[in-house]
């Protein structure tokens, strides 16, 4: 990311991580403070941790413009007080189309309750979908007649929006800025 970005003009003037079992982060936030950036860019695994980074930003007085990753869209961080006005990158998907309606119901027939991260489930329902009919077309496991079949998905749309693979197998699709709010 930060060569990427860099190359397109932005400038990157503090970086930190932290193990996904650390539950605090302070020192990284203040470290990253101290090297006045315009903006904070958090990208999370989870919830949890999105929470944890929304709260101890807040707890510190740091009050910068946020950009979370797609763990800052689930339900329970948009429950935070904490995070209105984020701006958070997230899959370009329509949360009241058919293949995710369909997914949504089959996942809470199957286990009794709705999902909160229901993005997550169709990722992997498409994925092993696509590697389903691709196995299915090359008559098994044949692993180079497999990448073939999945290098020629361009446009597909599933319950995760419209995804294909580049010429490298790297998936391709949209994503959506979208700004939290009450």
């Given at each position: 990311?930060?060569?990427?970005?860099?190359?397109?003009?932005?400038?990157?003037?503090?970086?930190?991580?932290?193990?996904?079992?650390?539950?605090d982060?302070?020192?990284?936030?203040?470290?990253?403070?101290?090297?006045?950036?315009?903006?904070l860019?958090?990208?999370?695994?989870?919830?949890?941790?999105?929470?944890?980074?929304?709260?101890?930003?807040?707890?510190?007085?740091?009050?910068?413009?946020?950009?979370?990753?797609?763990?800052?869209?689930?339900?329970?961080?948009?429950?935070?007080?904490?995070?209105?006005?984020?701006?958070?990158s997230?899959?370009?998907?329509?949360?009241?189309?058919?293949?995710?309606?369909?997914?949504?119901?089959?996942?809470?027939?199957r286990?009794?309750?709705?999902?909160?991260?229901?993005?997550?489930?169709?990722?992997?329902?498409?994925?092993?979908?696509?590697?389903?009919?691709?196995?299915?077309?090359?008559?098994?496991?044949?692993?180079?007649?497999?990448?073939?079949?999945?290098?020629?998905i361009?446009?597909?749309?599933?319950?995760?929006g419209?995804?294909?693979?580049?010429?490298?197998?790297?998936?391709?699709?949209?994503?959506?800025?979208?700004?939290?709010?009450?």
């Amino acid at each position: 990311f930060v060569e990427t970005f860099q190359s397109r003009g932005g400038k990157v003037v503090a970086v930190e991580s932290f193990a996904s079992t650390d539950r605090d982060v302070r020192t990284q936030l203040l470290k990253i403070a101290q090297a006045k950036p315009r903006a904070l860019l958090f990208l999370a695994l989870s919830p949890l941790t999105a929470n944890m980074m929304l709260t101890q930003t807040k707890e510190l007085g740091i009050s910068l413009p946020i950009i979370g990753n797609e763990a800052f869209s689930l339900g329970p961080v948009r429950e935070n007080p904490n995070a209105e006005g984020i701006i958070v990158s997230d899959y370009a998907y329509d949360r009241e189309g058919e293949a995710f309606m369909k997914l949504a119901s089959l996942y809470e027939k199957r286990f009794g309750h709705s999902s909160q991260e229901l993005i997550y489930t169709a990722l992997g329902y498409d994925t092993y979908n696509v590697i389903y009919q691709a196995m299915a077309s090359c008559g098994g496991d044949n692993a180079d007649c497999v990448k073939s079949e999945l290098y020629k998905i361009k446009n597909r749309q599933g319950a995760s929006g419209v995804f294909g693979f580049d010429r490298n197998g790297d998936t391709t699709r949209n994503f959506v800025l979208e700004r939290i709010h009450d």
